[in-house]
């Protein structure tokens, strides 16, 4: 992805907090505050969604509040036909929340598709892993 230079200023504590939060997590602090800026614009648009990191490392979209991400709960969406209710009910969560949750979709339907893809592939990978162990054991 091409990148364009601009310049900020920033307060010497908060490029301190900057650099040391880039150590910690192992990267520059151009990338942090590359991931940082775009996710902070995307929450100023959808303040019902979050970031959270998963177990590879992965950083997606969820649900303020809830342990759902946007892939869950878009594949509870499409399970009951686009009814936006009847989703809430499922979930037990508010209708508010689903729509929050279809709105970032649409906004960022191919992120969203290629953290599903991951899911599904990890999912399968460890399906995979308990058949082997199963013939292993007889």
């Known amino acids: 992805m091409a990148t364009t230079q601009r310049s900020f200023r920033l307060k010497p504590a908060t490029l301190e907090l900057l650099d040391e939060h880039a150590r910690e997590a192992g990267i ?3 990338a942090l505050t590359q991931r940082l800026l775009d996710e902070s614009l995307r929450v100023e648009h959808h303040p019902l969604i979050r970031f959270r990191e998963g177990g ?8 303020v509040g809830r342990r759902l991400s946007v892939w869950d709960v878009m594949g509870t969406v499409w399970v009951e036909g ?7 009910e499922y979930l037990q969560i508010s209708q508010r929340d689903i729509q929050a949750c279809v ?9 969203v598709d290629a953290y599903g893809a991951e899911q599904e592939a990890a999912a399968e990978r460890v399906h995979r892993q308990l058949e082997r162990r199963r013939a292993a054991v007889g």
């Open 82 to 88: 686009g009814d936006i209710a009847a989703t809430a």
């Open 56 to 63: 590879s490392g992965t950083r997606f979209p969820a649900l």
């Open 103 to 111: 709105d970032y979709y649409a906004d960022f339907r191919e992120e």
């Open 28 to 30: 520059s602090a151009n």
